[in-house]
């Protein structure tokens, strides 16, 4: 019994413990937010360079940091991530840009000032979740990007359609908000610049006219920001299986070998004679042991030395004492009296099954004990022969 009571406990400790633990989850998989959760507002500054398509031929230098080429600027952006992988942004940036046509020439001091818009819609790829899985904690993100939209040069009244790509470094602050750097590069028609477009076409790059940009700025989570990963359901059904294959081997065991000390315990020979064991435990209390908060008898074994007393005490014509305790370390004063008094009755309602009279038993409870170490030896009623 006392084998099957531990089984039954290290059952609701492993039960627990799963409970406690990290329950195990998918790597890529997450679950669906709603359709408010997961958006952001970017704001940044950055230091764009145009490059035109009349320029080619021109020998103009391409260094992006020429007052010729290049102007700060400002951006703006909204977005939402439909999965931690992937999100749609919508980035309007400019202000402030230059012209370098076919008839400037960078060693002049014209004012080839641009003031500018361009509108992109954008599909963003989080190359951190994608490749590694979610995780919410994590501090850096790569963020890959492209789409398309449309640009205008207010200087000159003009628009046209463009596209972009690019590359976002992503660092968290704090579950609000995180830090970016972004560089990317927009390829637009022909006269977004507001100079006409080249008698003479060109191909690729110089067919274009192309704003390079680096930028730095904030990025603000609206909403929730973060993603409930989806359990594991096949790893926790196998783990689960196999503790409880465990446990029911166990089970298996203990009743085994608590019918086998039953069967001890009923096939036991009469004693004919007083041994010497039996004689040195006539002056010993006999004890009993009970699990926490019980009155019935944790282990079958200890009965073999109560039985053995028992015969003693009807061969001897004397009287027994039995003694309840309980571990003054759980349970209040009083609880743990009547739980001391319910461990006495106990034992000694199974000596009267030994054939000890009950006018020779005297059973009393002393409550809360704390007289021996560990603390679950308290717990437990003695045995002991009286004149």
Not at 214 to 241: C, M, R, S
Not at 251 to 266: G, H, I, V, Y
């Amino acid at each position: 019994m006392k084998k099957l009571f531990m089984v039954l406990a290290l059952a609701g400790c492993t039960m627990t413990g799963f409970a406690q633990n990290e329950t195990l989850t998918e790597k890529y998989s997450v679950a669906t937010n709603s359709f408010w959760s997961n958006w952001f507002i970017q704001v940044g500054a950055d230091w764009n360079a145009w490059y035109s398509n009349q320029e080619h031929g021109r020998d103009a230098a391409i260094s992006p940091l020429k007052r010729f080429r290049s102007n700060p600027g400002a951006s703006i952006a909204v977005g939402k991530w439909f999965t931690p992988g992937l999100g749609l942004r919508t980035k309007v940036q400019g202000i402030w840009g230059k012209r370098v046509g076919a008839s400037f020439n960078p060693a002049s001091r014209l004012d080839n000032g641009n003031k500018y818009w361009l509108a992109q819609e954008q599909v963003m790829f989080n190359l951190s979740n994608l490749l590694c899985g979610y995780n919410e904690n994590r501090v850096w993100n790569l963020i890959p990007f492209a789409g398309a939209g449309v640009g205008r040069s207010m200087s000159a009244d003009r628009y046209a359609m463009g596209l972009s790509a690019g590359v976002q470094s992503s660092w968290k602050v704090c579950k609000a908000m995180r830090v970016y750097l972004e560089a990317g590069w927009n390829r637009y028609e022909g006269d977004l610049d507001g100079v006409a477009e080249a008698t003479t076409k060109a191909r690729g790059w110089e067919s274009h006219d192309n704003n390079l940009y680096a930028e730095v700025g904030l990025n603000f989570n609206l909403g929730k920001g973060t993603w409930n990963k989806v359990p594991d359901v096949e790893a926790i059904n196998a783990q689960h299986q196999a503790a409880l294959d465990a446990l029911n081997a166990k089970l298996r065991d203990s009743e085994a070998e608590n019918a086998r000390l039953r069967d001890q315990l009923a096939n036991q020979k009469p004693v004919e004679t007083t041994s010497e064991s039996v004689k040195q435990l006539v002056n010993t209390p006999v004890s009993v042991f009970f699990n926490i908060n019980k009155s019935t008898i944790a282990s079958q074994k200890d009965l073999v030395n109560v039985q053995a007393l028992a015969k003693y005490a009807k061969d001897n014509n004397n009287s027994l004492l039995v003694t309840g305790y309980a571990d003054s370390a759980t349970g209040t004063p009083a609880y743990n009296q009547k739980l001391s008094e319910r461990r006495a009755n106990t034992v000694a309602n199974e000596l009267v099954k030994m054939g000890v009279e009950n006018s020779k038993i005297t059973a009393v409870g002393k409550g809360g004990v704390e007289t021996l170490s560990p603390i679950s030896f308290n717990r437990r009623a003695t045995v002991q022969v009286t004149e």
